[in-house]
């Protein structure tokens, strides 16, 4: 898989290095997962994780996308780094080019292919509001639905 060239992602101290996608359907639509036992405070979030060691902020994205959506996906592009609560993620726009939701792994429970205009209604995180405003979900919600 050709990855490509891209700056480093260098967080500010204390925060771990992540990556994931957001994968869009050619018309629109946004896929995000449902962790399981809403890990981490979320009911809904873009597929993304910390980096392993030796393993690209790519390569991260790609597995994460298949470990949580069971989608095989081809990075298109740089969305943006984005701050979160405990790290720094690198955020990319992706296709799907195979896989079913069938083959996620055990960390979702479920998937939403949601069109942009209803992200923020899903996404219960606010730290990602700002992928889904640069993404063309629109401005944010002035207030958040949760503290996290």
């Known amino acids: ?58 390569g991260t994205a790609l597995k994460e996308a298949f470990e949580e959506t069971g989608l095989k996906v ?20 992706a296709v799907r080019v195979g896989g079913t939701p069938v083959d996620m792994g055990w960390e979702s429970q479920a998937l939403h292919l949601a069109p942009k205009s209803h ?5 219960n995180g606010r730290a990602d509001h700002p992928i889904a405003e640069a993404v063309g979900a629109g401005p944010a919600p002035k207030k958040p639905k949760s503290l996290f």
């Not at 990556?19 to 979320?42: C, K, M, Q, S």
């Not at 081809?74 to 726009?93: K, L, P």
Request: aromatic fraction near 8%; proline fraction near 8%; glycine fraction near 12%.
């Open 1 to 58: 898989v050709a990855m490509m060239a891209e700056q480093p992602l260098v967080p500010k101290p204390g925060k771990s290095v992540g990556a994931g996608v957001i994968i869009e359907e050619p018309d629109g639509r946004v896929w995000l997962t449902a962790p399981t036992n809403a890990f981490g405070g979320y009911s809904a979030t873009y597929p993304k994780g910390t980096t392993d060691p030796g393993l690209s902020l790519q």
């Open 119 to 123: 992200l923020y209604e899903l996404l």
């Open 74 to 93: 081809r990075i298109t592009g740089i969305v943006g780094d984005f701050e979160r609560t405990t790290s720094v993620a690198r955020m990319y726009r």
